[in-house]
């Protein structure tokens, strides 16, 4: 896998520094990568995320733009509480270890006809809320839909939903040019004693990710919802 010139200028990438990486990822990085020693690096985790309150700041504050969804807006959060995260901008690329500051986000969604999936794609989706409903409304629209480059789908945020279905877990397969990206889906909303949840799948590489910095990834985006 190699990346041009043009999408690391575009997408504010640049190689990760020593200095920039914590003590687990100086190990971490290159150690979870040697076949050597490990076979599969991947991990999975599947999540009951309460999101009662998270529905009365969309319905109180966002809900009446043009274009608004609550998957979008969810979308839209996620991406925002990864900008302090930033393993989940890591991305292996012939060999070495990169950091992006706006990469664009792939987001497949499953739909109701022979096509199965869409699979839009946003440029630039750290944005206001207004822009970034302008842009999900484009890119959701069918006749709009193209086929993305492999160059740009294996870098890109992976951020899929599948709203009719209640998963209690969920695994992923990556392809065989994977960039150690991480993977995120939402599932089914739904309603339990008074209080709503939406399953969330996350699948992810342990040279970058494992349950502490998921924890803060989480609670980065528990408290986004809230504002």
């Known amino acids: 896998m190699e990346i041009s010139q043009e999408n690391l200028n575009l997408w504010d990438g640049r190689l990760l520094t020593a200095q920039e990486k914590s003590k687990y990822e100086k190990w971490a990085l290159d150690f979870f990568q040697d076949k050597r020693y490990v076979e599969?690096?991947?991990?999975?985790?599947?999540?009951?995320?309460?999101?009662?309150a998270a529905r009365n700041t969309y319905k109180k504050k966002y809900c009446e733009h043009d274009g608004a969804t609550f998957t979008a807006w969810l979308t839209w959060k996620m991406i925002q509480a990864m900008k302090t995260n930033p393993w989940t901008r890591y991305r292996r690329?012939?060999?070495q270890w990169y950091i992006f500051e706006n990469l664009p986000l792939f987001f497949p969604v499953a739909i109701d006809d022979d096509a199965r999936f869409t699979e839009p794609l946003i440029t630039n989706p750290i944005s206001s809320w207004h822009e970034f409903t302008l842009k999900w409304q484009r890119a959701t629209k069918t006749d709009q839909r193209i086929k993305i480059p492999h160059s740009v789908w294996s870098l890109a945020h992976f951020?899929?939903?599948?709203?009719n279905i209640n998963f209690t877990s969920f695994n992923l397969h990556r392809g065989s040019q994977d960039s150690s990206r991480p993977f995120f889906y939402f599932g089914k909303r739904h309603e339990v004693g008074g209080k709503w949840f939406v399953p969330l799948s996350i699948t992810f590489n342990h040279s970058t990710g494992d349950p502490v910095v998921i924890d803060k990834l989480l609670a980065d985006f528990t408290n986004l919802m809230m504002d």
Do not use: E, R, Y
Not at 42 to 51: A, E, G, R, S
Not at 159 to 163: A, F, V, W
């Open 93 to 95: 690329i012939a060999g």
């Open 159 to 163: 951020i899929g939903n599948l709203p």
């Open 40 to 52: 599969d690096p991947w991990l999975n985790l599947t999540l009951k995320v309460d999101i009662s």
